[in-house]
């Protein structure tokens, strides 16, 4: 038995799978967000370890071999020498940091930090708001030991081991080169003085061995203490590496309150637009190379609120997709809802949403499927600035619609291979901690699809509407 966590944005998840791959166990547990100001998104570091303590205790598992450790990226989670928390966790949905966003594109800090790192800051990613807290609060980074990660926090508070490893480095600070610490980019940023508060990297570079280790140093849950820990990818890697992408070109998208699309290379590009994540790829067995990560800030919350707004519940989806036709007679949608702006495939802080070619004829079912559509042509804007070229893995809540699958195979114009589920990142972090821990695994069985969706319907005409209304947008 292998334990998977996966510490989400709204949801903490446990999962225990057998050597053969199957779930025998779920647990869950939800945590809050809280909005403590406008633009500002927070968390509870305290009440999320208090979750990941109450999904193992639910989980009820005898005798597990390992366990692994995934959970959401970017944000800031301060702690003291111990792991606790010495402030509120601030979530990468947060936007107080779009300022310095802007100036750093103003004055070639942005450019300069891309071309380094082939990662784009962007309000909630870890510099900005590192550079936030350092001018309105240096009294708490004063007393901060460290600027960890959310499974960063979850492992030290665990195991005591004070580390991160390669996927969450890569987007602060670190050469994808040679997967270490440019401190030299602290300095671009006036953050030198800071240098301290980053935590290690866990077998720096990237041929090596993988995600940081530890033992649990009490019970917890049930599970005894000496268990064997491993602690990453986040969980945009670990839902690539559940779901099976392995080969260069190939794609992800998971279908979550972002669409996060991510593409597999073997080849490091830090040309083009500045945008998205290039994350480290390798260790413990894995592929090696990068993912070219497009994680937009659009997704499923941005179907939930048209939901809303037409008084639709989620059991009605396919049935309004059903009633409206592709083009949806001509109702657009531009999914750029999040208080933050954008941050892939184009960075642009103050970038908002647009519901267009409405008229008295057009009924809730045209507005829906406009939303759905629209998000399948982000997600097609985000694989094509990523360089995919393969097949697409896809996984996420948005997957229970069977018909809104359909219309991101007709966006995409490729076939799309639903990931054996559930809980594929958890999946990904327990099947890397098996890499890391030497145990023996048929990593076909435990990846393999369960479904696939053919594209029906050519989208070509409706996704270059979609590329010219975006345009027409950012030059507003």
Same mark, same amino acid.
């Given at each position: 038995?292998? &334990?998977?966590?996966?510490?989400?944005?709204?949801?903490?998840?446990? &999962?225990? !799978?057998?050597?053969?791959?199957?779930?025998?166990? *779920?647990?869950? /547990?939800?945590?809050?967000?809280? @909005?403590?100001? +406008? =633009?500002?998104?927070?968390?509870?570091?305290?009440?999320?370890?208090? +979750?990941?303590?109450? *999904?193992?205790?639910?989980?009820?598992?005898?005798?597990?071999?390992?366990? =692994?450790?995934?959970?959401?990226?970017?944000?800031?989670?301060?702690?003291?020498?111990?792991?606790?928390?010495?402030?509120?966790?601030? +979530?990468?949905?947060?936007?107080?940091?779009?300022?310095?966003?802007?100036?750093?594109?103003?004055?070639?800090? !942005?450019?300069?930090?891309?071309?380094?790192?082939?990662?784009?800051?962007? #309000?909630?990613?870890?510099?900005?708001?590192?550079?936030?807290?350092?001018?309105?609060?240096?009294?708490?980074?004063?007393?901060?030991?460290? *600027?960890?990660?959310?499974?960063?926090?979850?492992?030290?508070?665990?195991?005591?081991?004070? &580390?991160?490893?390669?996927?969450?480095? +890569?987007?602060?600070?670190?050469?994808? /080169?040679?997967?270490?610490?440019?401190?030299?980019?602290?300095?671009?940023?006036?953050?030198? %003085?800071?240098?301290?508060?980053? #935590?290690?990297?866990?077998?720096?570079?990237?041929?090596?061995?993988?995600?940081?280790?530890?033992?649990?140093?009490?019970? &917890?849950?049930?599970?005894?203490?000496?268990?064997? *820990?491993?602690?990453?990818? $986040?969980?945009?890697?670990?839902?690539?590496?559940?779901?099976?992408?392995?080969?260069?070109?190939?794609?992800?998208?998971?279908?979550?309150?972002?669409?996060?699309?991510?593409? %597999?290379?073997?080849?490091?590009?830090?040309?083009?637009?500045?945008?998205?994540?290039?994350?480290? $790829?390798?260790?413990? =067995?894995?592929?090696?190379?990068?993912?070219?990560?497009?994680?937009?800030?659009? =997704?499923?919350?941005?179907?939930?609120?048209?939901?809303?707004?037409?008084?639709?519940?989620?059991?009605?989806?396919?049935?309004?997709?059903?009633?409206?036709?592709?083009?949806? %007679?001509?109702?657009?949608?531009?999914?750029?809802?999040?208080?933050?702006?954008?941050?892939?495939? !184009?960075?642009?802080?103050?970038?908002?949403?647009?519901?267009?070619?409405?008229?008295?004829?057009?009924?809730?079912?045209?507005?829906?499927?406009?939303?759905?559509?629209?998000?399948?042509?982000?997600? /097609? %804007?985000?694989?094509?600035a990523a360089g995919l070229t393969g097949e697409v893995a896809v996984c996420g809540g948005g997957t229970a619609s069977e018909a809104w699958l359909q219309i991101f195979a007709d966006a995409l114009g490729r076939p799309l291979r639903l990931a054996r589920g559930p809980e594929v990142g958890a999946r990904g972090a327990a099947l890397v901690a098996a890499r890391r821990f030497g145990l023996a695994l048929d990593e076909a069985a435990w990846t393999r699809g369960t479904r696939w969706y053919e594209p029906r319907h050519d989208r070509e005409d409706? $996704? @270059?509407? $979609?590329?010219?209304?975006?345009?027409?947008?950012?030059?507003?």
């Amino acid at each position: 038995m292998i &334990v998977g966590v996966d510490v989400g944005t709204s949801v903490t998840k446990a &999962v225990a !799978f057998t050597l053969d791959g199957e779930v025998t166990a *779920v647990a869950a /547990r939800p945590t809050v967000l809280r @909005h403590p100001a +406008s =633009g500002q998104v927070e968390q509870d570091a305290e009440q999320v370890f208090r +979750s990941v303590e109450g *999904v193992l205790a639910n989980l009820a598992v005898e005798g597990p071999l390992a366990m =692994g450790i995934t959970g959401q990226g970017d944000g800031l989670w301060p702690l003291d020498a111990a792991g606790t928390p010495a402030a509120p966790a601030i +979530s990468w949905m947060d936007g107080r940091a779009a300022g310095f966003v802007d100036a750093w594109m103003a004055d070639g800090t !942005f450019e300069t930090l891309f071309r380094r790192t082939g990662n784009a800051p962007f #309000p909630g990613a870890g510099a900005p708001l590192l550079a936030w807290l350092d001018r309105f609060r240096p009294g708490l980074l004063d007393r901060t030991a460290t *600027v960890a990660r959310c499974k960063d926090m979850v492992m030290q508070r665990l195991t005591g081991v004070r &580390v991160t490893d390669m996927s969450d480095a +890569s987007n602060l600070f670190t050469d994808p /080169r040679t997967g270490r610490r440019d401190l030299a980019l602290l300095e671009v940023c006036g953050l030198g %003085h800071r240098a301290g508060l980053l #935590p290690p990297i866990a077998d720096s570079g990237p041929a090596a061995p993988g995600p940081p280790v530890g033992e649990l140093l009490a019970p &917890v849950g049930g599970l005894p203490p000496g268990l064997p *820990v491993s602690a990453g990818p $986040y969980d945009l890697p670990a839902c690539a590496a559940g779901a099976g992408v392995a080969g260069p070109g190939e794609g992800l998208l998971i279908i979550g309150t972002t669409l996060a699309c991510q593409v %597999h290379v073997d080849r490091l590009d830090l040309g083009g637009e500045p945008a998205g994540q290039t994350l480290l $790829y390798g260790g413990s =067995g894995g592929p090696g190379g990068w993912l070219r990560a497009m994680p937009a800030m659009t =997704g499923t919350a941005a179907l939930d609120w048209v939901l809303r707004l037409v008084g639709a519940g989620h059991d009605e989806l396919d049935g309004l997709l059903a009633a409206s036709p592709p083009g949806a %007679h001509g109702v657009r949608f531009l999914p750029f809802l999040s208080a933050g702006g954008e941050r892939a495939p !184009f960075v642009d802080p103050g970038v908002r949403g647009r519901l267009d070619g409405l008229e008295l004829a057009r009924s809730r079912a045209d507005v829906v499927r406009a939303a759905c559509e629209g998000l399948a042509f982000a997600a /097609r %804007h985000c694989f094509d600035a990523a360089g995919l070229t393969g097949e697409v893995a896809v996984c996420g809540g948005g997957t229970a619609s069977e018909a809104w699958l359909q219309i991101f195979a007709d966006a995409l114009g490729r076939p799309l291979r639903l990931a054996r589920g559930p809980e594929v990142g958890a999946r990904g972090a327990a099947l890397v901690a098996a890499r890391r821990f030497g145990l023996a695994l048929d990593e076909a069985a435990w990846t393999r699809g369960t479904r696939w969706y053919e594209p029906r319907h050519d989208r070509e005409d409706g $996704y @270059h509407r $979609y590329l010219d209304d975006v345009a027409a947008l950012r030059a507003m």
